[in-house]
């Protein structure tokens, strides 16, 4: 769904190094940080771990967004729209700013 600038022309790359550890996926222009969670990331120490890595991220003004693993299998066109509208909204605040 990401591949090749298919939404809305944005570059993303995949298992991105940011700040010591590896992201899904990475877009520069929008600042943006796709994290594709799995039934490991719902366990108590791992949501703890994420809290804090998202906490860094958007310390160095990354927006994450998660995703279920289950979502993009089963609801693609569900994730596409919330992707759709996230860059969008960060398109109209860069505007803005």
């Known amino acids: 769904m990401l591949r090749n600038r298919k939404l809305d022309g944005k570059k993303f790359r995949r298992q991105h190094p940011i700040d ?3 992201v899904d996926f990475y877009c520069h222009e ?3 940080v796709i ?3 799995g039934p490991v990331h719902f366990t108590k120490e ?3 771990r994420d ?3 998202d906490d860094n ?3 160095r003004e990354l927006r994450v967004v998660r995703i ?3 979502d993009v299998l089963k609801d693609q066109e569900k994730v596409i729209k919330i992707l759709k509208g996230i860059i969008a ?3 109209n605040d860069a505007l803005v700013n």
């Open 51 to 53: 809290v804090s890595r």
């Open 57 to 59: 991220l958007s310390n």
């Open 89 to 91: 909204e960060q398109s």
């Open 68 to 70: 279920r693993d289950d």
């Open 30 to 32: 929008c600042k943006l």
């Open 20 to 22: 010591g550890s590896f």
């Open 35 to 37: 994290e594709v969670d």
């Open 46 to 48: 791992n949501q703890e």
